[in-house]
């Protein structure tokens, strides 16, 4: 959600601040300020600040720049308070300035006892509470060592937090509770960040604070302490990530320029995972029989929880295995009775997801395998699981996940073929016709990818619409939901995703002439039943619009307003090739209304807080 970042160093920080915060754009933000000492000033905290986006912040900063090697600075997602100037990041005082990912859940009470201690609060902000109450302990004498150990303890809920100290250029402070916060290592300088590719630039190496860790970071290094307060050490990681990951290249939009990389990123991830000579899957080792798994249980947030769903679907058909997939936000409140020894398959692109990870917890206390599908191999959810297999998509900037969606897919598709093999629910041969299918992938990526025309035409009609209905069925059913989250996420026109045969049971009294209706409808064993659907939706005066392959097209013809014909795959694949025109087509909308592609309004990349 925000992003953290704090420099320690021998340059001016600002501008390396700034930058930074701009690579952490992607997860989504409304406000944003920096932080540095002013050597000029004896080393005084001293403060730009500005709403909407960071453009707003330059011209703040060029019109007041700010002096000083050490500096901390934040993008703000709003939660307690509006995105104004005064609720920006950072705050504090003239002792102590703080940035906050995350939300402190007893702010209310600490902020009355502060107040009752006479500390005046000039913000909407829990994060003001933190300030606050290392102020209180500042003024009372206490180092800043001392004031960090008797305030992080005070804090409840989740929370990443870096802290600067006026007086003392050669020291920050970072503490991390249920939010992700990574300390950089330089070469006689020191990062803090929310993640590692807000410090790509300065540095790879990269130590991440374990769940009630806090750190004193200087130039010379960083000492570690647990949630007793205890010193630790924390293993220090080089991560793969480089400052030239994030360019648009000639891609108007990042989005855009995502969804092109589809075809090298299906590559790398399937390399990784099928041996191309056997057309075998060759997992990496597992700490677990996945001939023993009696259930497996999904649990995922928003895109990534499609990519589940249709992983369920394989599960079952293929590798017959009961499967649940369950979105995270409402996982662990149902408290499901779980038998020991079953598997929690976890999916996120960042690894970070608030919900997730306590869906991941909650399956521990369950004793269940845990197996996670990130993109980010330092993450905590990577660190947490048993297991870990890996997309390899790269940074996905844009907030509107794409290529680490297929990417997913790709995964699971892969692991399901194991998991049918390891149980005996797929043969040899069958699964080599499978690994063979999802092999091609790539390659039909790429041929939708180099004919954007009709989608781009298609996206004239779907502009003025104010709902649009998307159907599929089975393991399709899911790219439907995904086609209309892409459409909501992008261009703000109501869609909803429904399960084809499920429309006559409400949805087809939305139906008239002014209602799209777009069929995710490969050929295959199911086609037939979908296309009845469609019949009865044209019936009642929807534009049918059709995803199909070329015998779907032509069956179809007679009804659709509008077809896309899409490369001939074994229905096995479907789901993954099929969700990378149904994400064009909201690109194409969104950039016809001159939304803002990349970063939507309201969302965020990476959501760390419930």
Known sequence: MCGIVGIIGANPAAPLLLDALKRLEYRGYDSAGIATLDPCQGFALDRRRAAGKLANLVEVLEAAPLAGTTGIGHTRWATHGAPTEGNAHPHGTARVAVVHNGIIENHVELKAELQAQGQVFTTETDTETVAQ????????????????????P?????YALAVAFAGHPDLMIGARHGAPLAVGFGDDEMFLGSDALALAPLTQRIAYLDDGDWVMVTRAGARFHDHAGREVTREIRRTQ????????????????KELHENP????????????PDTRSVALPPLPFDLAAISRITISACG????????????FETIARVPTDADVASEFRYRAPPMDKGGL??????????????????????????????????????????DAVLQTIAGPEISVASTKAFTAQLVVLACFALAVGRARGAVSVAEEQRLAAALLEVPGRAAEILDNEGPIRRLAARILEARDVLYLGRNSCFPIAMEGALKLKELSYIHAEGYAAGEMKHGPIALIDRNVPVIAIAPSGPLFEKTASNLQEAAARGGQIIVFSDAEGAAKLAGIAAETVILPAVDPFVAPILYAIPVQLLAYHVAVLKGTDVDQPRNLAKSVTVE
């Open 133 to 152: 109450l290392l102020d209180l302990h500042l003024a009372a004498g206490l180092t800043p060592e001392q004031a960090a150990a008797a305030t992080f």
């Open 154 to 158: 005070r804090l409840s809920g989740a």
């Open 241 to 256: 990530l480089t400052g030239a990951a994030v360019g648009k290249g000639n891609h108007r939009h990042f989005m855009h």
């Open 264 to 275: 090298a990123v299906l590559g790398d991830t399937l390399h990784q995972m099928i041996n």
């Open 303 to 314: 895109s990534a929880l499609y990519a589940g769903q249709v992983a369920r679907a394989w």
């Open 344 to 385: 929690g398959l976890l999916i996120s692109q960042s690894g970070e997801t608030a919900d997730t990870l306590a869906a991941l917890q909650y399956m521990r206390s369950q004793s269940q395998h845990v197996l996670s599908v990130v993109n980010v191999a330092e993450s905590s959810m990577a660190r947490a699981s």
